[in-house]
């Protein structure tokens, strides 16, 4: 059992075709399966694949039994191995059309240490696989769940999840994402609205200074659309109660 070194972004074996496992219940498998969770426990990932400590095989593990702090808002998602997975996108129940939705979401990766972007996946997909004694496996799954197998499965075929973005200005610094998204971002923007009030502009225009390529300037402008709820004039007012 080991915690291994994650390839990071721009290592070319990130890049590389996976291969099919062949034996299953082995001891090898086995030790490779324990070193991936070890790793993915160690590092608090959401998944890992095999291609992310440099095994050219098909294999991923995701999920686990408590939330996860990297994802702490996020759904769980039942532990799994998975070995020489397929996808197949579903379409939505009502769509006469037969065309699989996609959703776009905030996505981290232990080989992107840092970063996070908003990425496109298919929304509702079925997978199958085999687990690490050859025994089949078969679910339906959506949100969060999906966006995790896709993610990993990616990795499969020599893909990282920037590949898969429409729009770089959601890609950005990790600590951004989980400040603007998180509980503490509500707390921020109330303390910003207050300080508004009797230093109008300071702490606004401090974070577009230090902050204006990752589209932080255009959700700390809505500020000021929220600022009528404080007597930003001056009336002494306070909160308003609209």
């Given at each position: 059992m080991a915690v291994r070194e994650v390839l990071k972004m721009g290592d070319p074996r990130l890049l590389r075709q996976a291969q099919p496992v062949r034996q299953f219940d082995t001891d090898e498998l086995h030790l490779l399966i324990t070193d991936m969770l070890d790793t993915m426990q160690a590092e608090q990932g959401?998944?890992?694949a095999a291609p992310q400590i440099g095994v050219d095989l098909q294999v991923v593990v995701f999920g686990r039994l408590e939330s996860n702090p990297r994802y702490p808002n996020r759904p769980m998602v039942?532990?799994?191995?998975?070995?020489?997975?397929?996808?197949?996108?579903?379409?939505?129940?009502?769509?006469?059309q037969g065309v699989p939705p996609e959703d776009e979401d905030w996505e981290g990766c232990l080989s992107v240490p840092g970063l996070r972007g908003k990425v496109p996946r298919f929304s509702h997909i079925r997978y199958t696989g085999f687990d690490q004694?050859?025994?089949p496996i078969e679910r339906t799954v959506e949100g969060f769940?999906?966006?995790?197998?896709?993610?990993?499965?990616?990795?499969?075929?020599?893909?990282?999840?920037?590949?898969?973005m429409r729009d770089f200005t959601l890609f950005g610094f990790e600590w951004i994402d989980h400040f603007l998204f998180s509980g503490w971002h509500n707390w921020f923007c109330c303390l910003n609205l207050y300080?508004?009030?009797f230093f109008p502009g300071m702490v606004f225009r401090l974070f577009i200074l230090n902050f204006p390529d990752f589209g932080v300037q255009n959700r700390f402008l809505n500020i000021h659309q929220t600022a009528?709820?404080?007597d930003v004039n001056g009336s002494g007012d306070g909160i308003r109660n609209n």
């Open positions: 959401a998944g890992l039942p532990p799994t191995v998975l070995i020489n997975p397929v996808i197949t996108p579903l379409p939505a129940v009502d769509d006469a004694f050859g025994d769940h999906a966006r995790v197998v896709q993610h990993e499965c990616d990795h499969l075929i020599g893909k990282l999840y920037p590949m898969r300080f508004l009030k009528a709820f404080l």
